[in-house]
């Protein structure tokens, strides 16, 4: 499942440059993004993982030349990014951790003192 550009920015409501219409299905760092999925730049340290990211876009706090495809302005890119890395995340178990879903109580059970 993915989301367009548009929708994210919606989402967190975030100023959208470039492509509104590219679908992302997922999120990733700067280094390991691909071209479907999105990542973050908020700190100068890591200016050469943005030039050389394959993300297909990222969030920014203010527009980055560095890197040429769509980028959603937001306040916090950190938060961002984790509030879009929920999108994308499994829905909580609905089951007791550790109950099997094949467990049985017979009838006739009872429940000692200990």
Known sequence: MGYSLAEIADFLKGEMTGDSEVVITG????????????????????????QGTKAAAILVSRPSKLFQGPQILVPNPVLAFARVAGLFAPPPSSRAPG????????????????
């Open 99 to 114: 109950v099997s879903e094949g467990s049985v109580i017979r009838a006739s059970s009872r429940i000692g003192k200990n």
């Open 27 to 50: 999120v990733n760092s700067l280094t390991n993004a691909s071209g479907k999925e999105i990542s973050f730049y908020a700190d100068p340290r890591f200016k050469e993982a943005l």
